[in-house]
């Protein structure tokens, strides 16, 4: 029972505090307590002071109008948190103002009482200083507040109100009762039962009768309708964003004009969070005096009223609600913004919260609502408040679902001291991300709800039962929905018949109440002074009366254990999902049995599988589980391997737990880091703590408490499970059978147990037990600090933080974790930046004090004894120290294990002669972003070696799966193009990032990027790059691998020094000099005197002017040797010999000697290299032509390279080639006859007659012109008919008549030839076919091929030669088209498809294709000219050895099929490339030199070998080698493992004594071994020393000891013998074919050379190693089942074609048989080819071989006349104006020929040509819209316009083809074009505004507005097109020049670009004007 109220007070208006000077300055004045009742504080409740603040809360005032009593409870809390409820009746009482100071005083007065008081208006209460001080007389009557106060611990408010209305009636109408009694009974006498108790009816002794019902239950709150009044006037979403700031803890204060407004929402808001409790702050209704409390720095619920809102503007983290307004502010400062409950759960209770607010809301829209029945009765406001309440407490249960599971217990006895683990809570839940929940469980409220509701054994309430049944609620509900809402109403109810709302209306009650306007009442006395002894008497007596127990049936909850309701899954228990199926965990599983029984192959096989399953929570508990169940003992000592295996499943577990989960599976894994170890060495373990104290968790002091909390739990947990089983074993048999438990139970089921069994046990047993309870914890405590020891002090805490090296690699996310334990949470001053700067006693002493911070933390929080925790923190100490200690042994040995197993090195094959030069560097071979099928075996993990001849990578992948493979990755030294430094590489395999790393990249087309390993120290890195560097630019030649390897030694011969690159002063400033002088225009004077040797260099300042500057620099150089040996004296032997060379031979059989007679003779005039230096010493020349002529004309020429034949056809004409003609003699001799300035040549062209003998001594060996059997036809045609018409007669047979109509119609008239594109400036030309009075084109005996800048003069006619100047890819263009084919083919990088940079985009953009394309068609006009018009052919491009090369080899190839066998192709390569001198040292970068100079490779022989490959390609039967051997050239073209290609001409292999042996070996060759037959095979040896003699030219110093090296091609001839690796079986050896190739680049392909490679043995092209030789058992093959891996194994060895095959089989067949088996060749040449009938040829085979042999010759008709066009460019041509233009109709693009259609192309403006959009930028500058003036010389008017119709393949529909310009060709004369309008304008300039007169013509044919000079002009000066005009309209006037102007003559013409100003004579003028171009526009 209690008192219904405490005390009873009366507060009183002070006026002697008005009257204090001291409170002038603004503070409102204090009521004072005129009584209290009773006057003593009760001894259980004390009486609160500062009462009267809180009767006034807008402070005390005096007004002038009386005010009707208002009645409101303000809430106050005590120091112990318990509230009282101050009931507040406040009314007004007369006061007179009486004068008290003098009159001076009076004014000060009277403001005074202004500024204190105000008047509280009767309307609304608001305290409003409207009275005037004019009002106030000293006779004027105030009226001040006075207040009856009820203070309570109950909150009964509406009793509270009756009764202090019933004293307020009785003293205003003056009753006849009296007040003491009535506060007496009050106090004394009315006694409350608690809650559960019955309705108390009583009265107060004024004849009232009033009832009371307790509620039901204590811990429900009541609201009446308060919660539903909060909804109200806020609404659903502000209230639920109220109730979740609250429950974050953030401060919130309400406004309203009304007090019980405040009081009701606070209560309300404070009710909602039900079962919690608020615990801050919380002042319903707030004095105005108290406002600075508002800025407090804690939490609070406040109310103030609506007045006071002006005051508070400055609270930024204080949630502002008006609930008058219902409005809700939230500051947009607040940090942390206010968090929402998780997603179901707010959508969810919204949707309930509308179910009862709003019941229509869900049939608001249907047409026919149903119609419920009416009820019985209306919800009230009440129950519709419990409802809303039913869902707050529902949403609790559900968000904390599982909460008992988390309950931790610590102590039991004295009493229960119990913990939550949250992070078990949020992971369990997956709320981890939930900030709502996570800010929860951090609150105070939390902690205070697992306090009241966590002990087991208690009295449980509604939410208790809800809670326990919530599951079960929700799956009905889930099966119908209907139920939901019954549920709801059904708790609703429960919470209503807790108000006992329903006892009131069954009782009437009886309250006086004054009447109506009592309180105006002008003669009230003033409240009567209550006498205190009476109240003191009754208040005695009832305490006396009451004293007497009452029998009152109280309702209590019974103590009882409360249910666990919905378990959590445990910690480590796994919930199977989607990403987690079974199998995944067996496999898991697996991994982790396999490592314990030491199968570590196999558990390294399943590892990625692992590492990708422990991306989920779930398989990261099974591993600890799993782990769990493999520790026997406190010890388990694994290998090395097994170690690393469970180290690394460890970190990647921790690694990969986010947030809460982290927690888990670090406690899983915090007692197996101090059980799993290894033995380093005697003595020393490592424990596996020291491998996984990276993470973050260790450092978090959370983690470390929870998983304490969890630990003592089981702890005790088994200390009471073991005495039961103590009591059990003494019980008898017949023991209770609930007392048995079935399963083991549960912390919480014990403790309750021993909650309820605690009433009757003894004292002593208490104590005994608590005791053991303090020392568990007290031992898990010590145990705990050496783990936390163990995992906070680094391994490497004794390494001098100097010396300590940086860390290789940490976990990603951890790379900011430093060693320190000072992480987030620490509570230290210490800053966390880790103790790199500490040593060992610095980071001993904080971890100490972590660790003591921790002890202190849960000891006292478990009640462990002060003694206790002062040993533990004596003890910390010295465990540190210890530690330390221990771990310095453990380092150092650790330091020499290492990490990880790594593999064996596997030392690479070797070539003979090949030897490691620097030691192996261990490392990673990292992927490169190639596409191809290997990505699985790469990264590798291996070594990088370096031999004297390759780099070598070699090592196994890194992928478990493919580990028993070998990796091979190799290239030359001498190949290598780029070595660059990388870093951070990061290996996902080992989930690490390496610092150093190489990239190699090689001219071999490979790609070397490795990552070295840890072990390897940069400065080994740096060693091996600078060998690396010295090795690929030796000293000199003979340094090589092709010298040292084996080979002939050669004795007494030096090669040449060369002399070094500016080696004299006077040298560079001469060269300097030169180079200034060139650039600046001057000319090199030539020296009057001329040597008959010259040394003469490459690149002279002589060189052609056109030459760019930066070639001039780069090969400026090249040839500056010493020539201080005396001129070479040969022997007639020598010569001999050289006259046997092979290309000697090969002129002897093409009949250049002088017995054939056709007009040649072979020369010796350069055996001595003096005529040209670059040239062979053997040379053809014109019979007619002495030496010492010949001697004489090399000045005329680049580089003294004379044009010589080098190849004649059957039909006498010639292949010549030579060096380009120096820039003052351009082909001097063929002058231009053509037109009127025949003479000019001679002016400006120095001129050499020798040129002319030389050129007509030439020419005349050239078979003489065939007449004409067409002579109508003009010289032109005679080209096309002698190309067109030469092709056999069965090529034309298969025409059909309507296709050889066709060809005939587009061949042979005189405007159907072709003229197309190549090398970027090609198109058409159009001119007048009419007009034929220019000089006809004749065929012409030589065709010279030259470069555009020679063009300048034309060939003489009379000699019958022309000159064609022709585009090709010089070594410029073919150097960065190299460096992008690379890229594209080794990016080194992935590449990224999104930014479009794909493969095939690559290579597109490298142009390599389009090169290999233009040399081929060039090529093929070579053999054009050759073949089909029988004229010779000179190529003078460049200096005659790079393109020229290239060209004239092709040329050959495709002409002659000598040159497509074995034999011939070797003939043909050392013929034109290694005797005419190309630079093979410079183009593959090899002088030694060059090691300084950043000069590119040049890939001028590799561009060759990819056009035969092809060629080969195309034509597959034509060649005797197949693809295997081209790319073993172009490999070692660049590998310098041959001598063949490491010089740059004869000269040097001849000063290097190579040429000597090699013509001493031929000519013994030619004596002694051809005459055997078997040529160099029969004996079979590598070794030739039995073929030198060692001392060759005795004249020279002796020397040491050289190697001679190999011949590539003899090593070929060897291999040959042995193997058919070089053989194509399908070569036909036809005689008579002469190829014309596709050159399209459709038809083209890639090179598989760029792209395969073979990583199981390397480059396969070093034979030696890959044992390719070896012969491929086909017995071990049979029957066997064969994996093959394109990109690892050798698709040719393992997979060989049918050819191998079954000579294999023949070779074993006579093996068997005893025979000695033959050699393949003899036995593949003596197989007997069986006739066959000729297969009559398909009439569209032969169609489609007439049309690809005529676009052949097609080529070569565009190349021939673009060249004729070249000269007349300057004069002639001008460039297009393209703009898009949309083909409706299909049109043929005039630059390829390919289909236009829709909006992808572009249209000349002028002249209406069509071009993709790609096409226009190669498209020549021939736009014919300009016209040539008459008279001026110009080209041969044939017209090209039409160039589709000379197209073989287009068809017949294109010749009727409607294009827009077809349509133009008619209007091709001088007359200007359809003329609609036309006349002179003034035309204001765009740049300079100056005006000036034009013609303009208005053009509406072609909607052109055009612009000249004078009416006289064909060319315009510009074109508008009216497309792009806007609008024309008249203008402003401007002044032109001096003269008068028509104002009305201006007019503005507008188009998109810009605006053009017209001026016309006069109004009319420019009136007309303007009509004809607005009509145009129309």
């Not at 390294?604 to 520790?631: N, Q, S, W």
């Not at 983690?703 to 304490?708: G, N, P, Y």
């Not at 690699?809 to 974790?817: A, G």
Request: hydrophobic share 35%; charged share 20%.
């Amino acid at each position: 029972m209690s008192r219904l109220a405490d005390y009873f007070v009366i507060v009183g208006y002070d006026s002697d505090k008005e009257k204090n000077a001291t409170n002038v300055g603004g503070q409102p004045t204090c009521g004072k307590i005129v009584q209290r009742f009773p006057e003593k504080d009760w001894p259980d409740t004390p009486f609160i002071e500062g009462i009267e603040w809180f009767c006034q809360p807008l402070g005390w005032s005096l007004s002038y109008e009386k005010q009707e009593p208002k009645f409101f409870v303000s809430v106050l809390t005590d120091i112990d948190a318990n509230k009282h409820y101050c009931a507040c009746l406040s009314f007004h009482e007369t006061v007179a103002i009486t004068q008290t100071r003098s009159v001076d005083d009076e004014d000060e007065t009277i403001g005074n009482s202004r500024l204190l008081g105000g008047t509280p208006s009767s309307t609304d209460g608001i305290a409003s200083t409207t009275a005037t001080p004019a009002s106030i007389t000293h006779h004027s009557v105030m009226y001040a507040p006075k207040c009856l106060v009820l203070i309570s611990r109950l909150d009964c408010a509406d009793t509270f109100k009756n009764c202090l209305g019933t004293i307020y009636t009785v003293y205003i109408e003056n009753l006849a009762y009296g007040l003491e009694t009535l506060i007496g009974n009050i106090l004394g006498c009315i006694q409350v039962p608690p809650a559960g108790g019955p309705q108390v009816r009583f009265s107060i002794g004024a004849g009232d009768k009033q009832s009371l019902q307790p509620p039901q239950s204590s811990s429900l709150p009541t609201t009446g309708s308060g919660v539903h009044f909060l909804f109200k006037q806020l609404g659903i979403k502000n209230v639920l964003i109220l109730l979740c700031a609250v429950m974050t803890e953030n401060k919130i204060l309400f406004l309203s004009k009304c007090y019980w407004h405040l009081t009701d929402s606070c209560r309300a808001l404070v009710a909602l969070m039900y079962p919690f409790r608020y615990t801050h702050v919380y002042i319903p209704i707030l004095p105005a005096p108290l406002t600075e409390v508002l800025s407090t720095p804690t939490p609070f619920i406040m109310g103030i009223h609506s007045s006071l809102q002006t005051e508070i503007t400055d609270l930024l983290d204080v949630i502002v609600v008006d609930l008058d307004g219902g409005l809700v502010t939230i500051p947009e400062s607040l940090t942390p913004p206010v968090p929402i409950l998780p997603s179901p759960l707010w959508e969810q209770t919204q949707d309930l919260l509308g179910m009862i607010l709003f019941p229509n809301l869900a049939q608001a829209d249907l047409a026919f609502p149903t119609l419920e029945r009416p009820s019985a009765m209306a919800k009230t406001d009440a129950q519709i408040d419990k409802e809303l309440r039913a869902i707050f407490m529902r949403l609790f249960a559900q968000l904390l679902q599982g909460y008992r599971s988390c309950l931790t217990i610590i102590r039991i006895h004295p009493k229960p001291v119990i913990t939550f683990h949250k992070a078990g809570f949020l992971g369990a839940r997956d709320l981890i991300e939930s900030e709502f929940l996570f800010r929860v469980l951090d609150s105070m409220f939390f902690t205070t709800f697992v306090n009241e509701r966590g002990p087991p054994w208690r009295a449980s309430d509604a939410w208790d039962e809800l809670y326990s049944s919530m599951n079960e609620l929700l799956k009905s509900e889930a099966q119908n929905r209907n139920l939901i809402l019954t549920h709801i109403q059904e708790l609703g109810r429960v919470l209503y018949e807790n108000e006992g709302t329903l006892a009131h209306i069954t009782y009437a009650q009886k309250v006086l109440r004054p009447p109506e306007g009592a309180f105006q009442r002008i003669h009230q006395p003033a409240f009567p002074r209550i006498s205190s002894e009476k109240v003191e008497l009754i208040i005695q007596e009832g305490i006396r009366k009451n004293g007497v127990p009452q029998r009152f049936h109280v309702t209590r909850n019974q103590h009882r254990i409360i249910p666990m309701g919905p378990r959590l899954p445990e910690a480590l228990d796994v919930r199977p999902n989607v990403q987690n199926s079974a199998r995944r965990l067996e496999v898991l599983r697996i991994c982790v049995s396999y490592i314990f029984e030491n199968r570590i192959t196999d558990a390294r096989k399943l590892l990625p599988a692992v590492m990708r399953t422990l991306m989920h929570r779930d398989a990261r508990l099974i591993l600890c589980r799993e782990f769990f169940g493999y520790v026997h003992g406190n010890k388990a000592v694994l290998d090395h391997q097994q170690f690393e295996l469970v180290v690394r499943f460890m970190n990647k577990a921790l690694h990969k737990s986010s947030g809460i989960d982290e927690y888990t599976v670090a406690a899983a894994l915090l007692p197996m880091s101090t059980i799993f170890c290894r033995k380093l060495s005697t003595g020393v373990v490592q424990f596996a703590y020291t491998e996984i104290q990276d993470h973050a968790i260790w450092k978090n002091h959370q983690f470390w408490e929870s998983t304490f909390f969890q630990d003592v739990q089981g702890q005790i947990k088994a200390l009471y499970l073991l005495h039961r089983r103590q009591n059990e074993h003494q019980k008898e048999a017949n023991c209770v059978l609930d007392e048995v438990p079935l399963e083991e139970p549960t912390a919480l089921e014990i403790t309750a147990e021993q909650l309820r069994k605690s009433p009757t046990i003894e004292e002593e047993k208490k104590v005994e037990l608590a005791k053991s309870e303090e020392s568990t914890l007290y031992s898990q405590a010590i145990h705990f600090a050496n783990r936390m020891v163990s995992l906070l002090i680094p391994l490497d805490v004794n390494v001098d933080a100097a010396s300590k090296p940086k860390p290789a690699f940490r976990l990603e996310e951890n790379q900011s974790v430093s060693n320190s334990i000072m992480g987030s949470h620490s509570l230290s001053e210490h800053s966390d930046e880790g103790f790199e700067e500490n040593n060992a006693l610095e980071i001993g002493v904080t971890v100490g004090k972590t660790i003591s911070r921790f002890i202190d933390s849960v000891c006292t929080e478990g009640g462990v004894t002060s003694d206790h925790i002062r040993n533990l923190h004596d003890m910390v100490p010295g465990v540190v120290h210890m530690h330390i200690e221990s771990l310095e042994p453990v380092y150092l040995e650790a330091k020499r294990h290492p990490h990880v197993q790594k593999p064996k090195i596997q030392t690479p094959c070797l070539l003979p002669g090949e030897d490691l030069v620097t030691d192996h560097l261990r490392c990673f071979l990292m992927p490169d972003g190639r596409e191809d099928d290997t990505q699985c075996l790469i990264p590798a993990e291996g070594a990088l070696f370096l031999t004297n001849y390759r780099v070598v990578f070699k090592g196994s992948p890194c992928d478990p799966l493919f580990c028993e493979q070998v990796i091979v990755r190799t290239f030359p030294i001498a190949s290598l193009l780029k070595e660059k430094k990388i870093s951070v590489l990061y290996l996902a395999h080992l989930d690490q990032t390496l610092t150093e790393g190489l990239q190699l990249r090689s001219s071999s087309f490979q790609l070397i990027k490795v990552a070295f390993d840890p072990e390897v120290t940069p400065e080994q890195i740096e060693s091996f790059r600078k060998i690396l560097s010295k090795a690929r630019h030796p000293f000199d030649e003979f340094e090589y691998f092709a010298f040292q390897s084996y080979g002939t030694m050669l004795q007494g011969v030096t090669p040449m020094k060369t002399k070094e690159k500016y080696s004299t002063l006077k040298g560079f400033a001469k060269k300097t000099l030169l180079r200034g002088a060139k650039k600046a225009g001057f000319k090199q004077k030539q020296p009057t005197k001329r040597k008959l040797v010259s040394d003469y260099d490459y690149g002279s300042a002589e060189a052609q002017e056109t030459q760019s500057i930066d070639d001039e620099l780069e090969d400026g150089d090249e040839f500056e040797t010493q020539n201080n040996a005396m001129p070479r004296l040969l022997t007639t032997k020598d010569v001999e010999r050289m006259r046997e060379r092979s290309y000697v031979q090969d002129w002897k059989r093409l009949g250049f000697d002088a017995e054939a007679q056709r007009g040649f003779r072979i020369s010796n005039v350069n055996t001595s290299y003096a005529t040209c230096r670059s040239y062979p010493a053997i040379i053809v020349a014109p019979v007619q032509c002495s030496d010492a002529a010949i001697m004489h004309l090399g000045r005329c020429f680049k580089g003294q390279r004379i044009p010589l034949p080098t190849w004649r056809h059957a039909n006498g004409a010639l292949l010549i080639r030579g060096g380009q003609p120096n820039s003052k003699s351009v082909i001097g001799m063929l002058k231009n006859t053509t037109g009127s300035n025949t003479n000019h040549a001679h002016h400006d062209v120095t001129h050499y007659p020798e040129q002319d003998k030389y050129f007509l001594a030439l020419i005349n060996t050239m078979p003489k012109l065939t007449p004409l059997a067409h002579n109508q036809y003009s010289g032109m045609n005679l080209s096309m008919s002698s190309l067109m018409g030469h092709g056999s007669s069965e090529d034309r047979q298969p025409l059909t008549p309507e296709l050889s109509r066709k060809h005939k119609n587009n061949l042979d008239v005189s405007d159907g030839s072709k003229s197309g594109s190549q090398g970027g400036k090609g198109g058409t030309m159009k001119g007048n076919s009419k007009n034929s009075s220019a000089h006809p084109f004749r065929k012409m005996r030589l065709y010279a091929l030259g470069e555009k800048s020679q063009a300048k003069s034309n060939m003489n006619v009379d000699f019958c030669a022309d000159f064609i100047p022709v585009d090709y890819p010089d070594i410029r263009q073919s150097r960065p088209a190299f460096k992008k084919l690379i890229r594209a083919c080794m990016p080194s990088h992935n590449t990224n498809e999104a930014d479009g940079q794909s493969f095939a985009k690559m290579v597109e953009q490298s142009d390599w294709l389009q090169q290999i394309s233009s040399l081929m068609q060039l090529s093929g006009a070579v053999v054009d000219l050759i073949d089909l018009q029988e004229s010779s052919v000179m190529l003078s491009l460049e200096d005659g050895s790079d393109v020229t090369a290239q060209l004239s080899s092709i040329a050959q190839l495709c002409l002659d099929p000598y040159y497509r066998s074995l034999d011939g192709f070797r003939v043909l390569v050392e013929k034109e490339w290694l005797a005419f001198g190309h630079r093979f040292a410079h183009r593959s970068n090899l002088k030694p030199s060059h090691a300084n100079t950043n000069i590119a490779f040049a890939p001028t022989f590799l561009q060759f070998l990819d056009v035969v490959h092809q060629l080969q390609r195309q034509f597959p039967m034509a060649f005797e080698f197949n693809d295997f051997y081209l790319r073993f050239l172009a490999y070692h073209s660049v590998s310098c493992r041959f001598r063949t290609f490491l010089f740059d001409c004869e000269l040097e292999r001849s000063d290097s004594g190579i040429a000597a042996m090699e013509d001493k070996r031929g000519s013994l060759n030619a004596k002694h071994l051809f005459g055997t037959g078997g040529g160099m095979a029969t004996n079979g040896s590598d070794d030739e020393c039995n073929v030198y003699p060692l001392d060759i030219r005795s004249q020279r110093a002796p020397a040491p000891l050289n190697r001679i090296g190999h011949s590539i091609f003899d090593y070929i001839e060897r291999q040959h013998n042995k193997t058919p690796i070089f053989y194509n079986f399908l070569y036909s050896g036809d005689k008579g074919m002469t190829l014309r190739p596709q050159n399209n680049i459709a038809s083209l392909d890639l090179w598989s050379y760029y792209t395969n490679e073979e990583l199981a043995q390397g480059s396969p092209y070093d034979l030696e190693v890959t044992t390719v030789d070896d012969e491929i058992d086909l017995s071990e093959m049979k029957g066997k089942r064969m994996v093959i891996t394109a990109g690892y194994d050798n698709m040719e060895k393992c997979n060989p074609n049918a050819y191998v095959c079954l000579l294999s089989e023949v070779k074993q067949a006579e093996t068997e048989r005893g025979h000695l088996p033959q050699k393949w060749l003899q036995v593949w040449n003596s197989l007997v080819v069986p006739q066959l009938e000729p297969a009559a040829r398909n009439a569209s085979l032969g169609n489609n071989i007439f049309v690809q042999t005529h676009q052949h010759k097609r080529s070569t008709l565009e190349i021939i006349m673009k060249g004729r066009l070249a000269g007349y460019q300057d004069k002639y041509f001008h460039p297009h104006r393209f703009e898009k233009h949309p083909y409706t109709t299909p049109t043929n693009c005039n630059h390829c020929t390919k289909l236009l259609w829709g909006p992808v192309g572009y249209r000349c403006m002028d002249c209406g040509n069509s071009y993709h959009e790609k096409c226009t930028e190669h498209s020549m500058k021939n736009c014919t819209k300009y016209k040539a003036i008459d008279g001026a010389v110009g080209p041969p008017n044939v017209n090209m316009s039409q160039g589709d119709t000379a197209s073989i393949a287009s068809s017949a529909a294109t010749t009727a083809r409607t294009s827009s310009h077809h349509f133009y060709n008619q209007f091709s004369s001088n007359v200007a074009e359809n003329r609609t309008h036309e006349g002179h304008l003034y035309k204001r300039g765009a740049l300079l505004k100056g005006w000036k007169q034009r013609w303009f013509v208005l053009d509406s044919i072609k909607h052109q507005l055009r612009y000249y000079d004078t009416s006289e002009d064909t060319a315009p000066k510009g074109i508008i097109e009216l497309a792009e005009v806007q609008s024309v309209t008249a203008a402003q006037p401007a002044q032109i020049g001096a003269k008068r102007v028509d104002e009305k003559g201006f007019f503005d013409l507008k188009t998109s670009k810009r605006t053009y100003n017209f001026y016309a004579i006069n109004a009319n003028l420019a009136q007309e004007w303007i009509e004809k171009l607005q009509a145009c526009l129309q």
